[in-house]
């Protein structure tokens, strides 16, 4: 992932707390990550769209009823860079 595609990945609303629901719960299934987050359905669809084009979210659909995410290992990876500059962060406050 380029610097511009991690611009537009902190941009997005919700982003950073999809991939901490997801590695935290593993598979949820749409309406459960709807339910959990705070946010029209629409901004969760085109956010998890975005992941999963970026490699972060794998999307697997079950049925037309049910359609699952999780975290790839390129997201594992992104999220735990994202926990360190975070950390980073707090310390120097």
């Not at 975290?71 to 735990?80: K, Q, V």
């Amino acid at each position: 992932m380029g610097f511009e595609e991690v611009k537009e990945l902190f941009k997005r609303k919700r982003a950073i707390e999809l991939l901490q629901i997801l590695d935290t719960s593993g598979e949820l299934n749409f309406k459960t990550i709807d339910e959990d987050i705070e946010s029209s359905s629409d901004t969760i669809s085109s956010t998890l769209q975005l992941l999963e084009r970026y490699g972060l979210v794998h999307r697997n659909q079950q049925s037309v009823n049910d359609v699952r995410y999780s975290l790839t290992e390129d997201g594992r990876d992104t999220l735990d860079k994202i926990v360190e500059i975070q950390d980073s962060l707090e310390k120097e406050d």
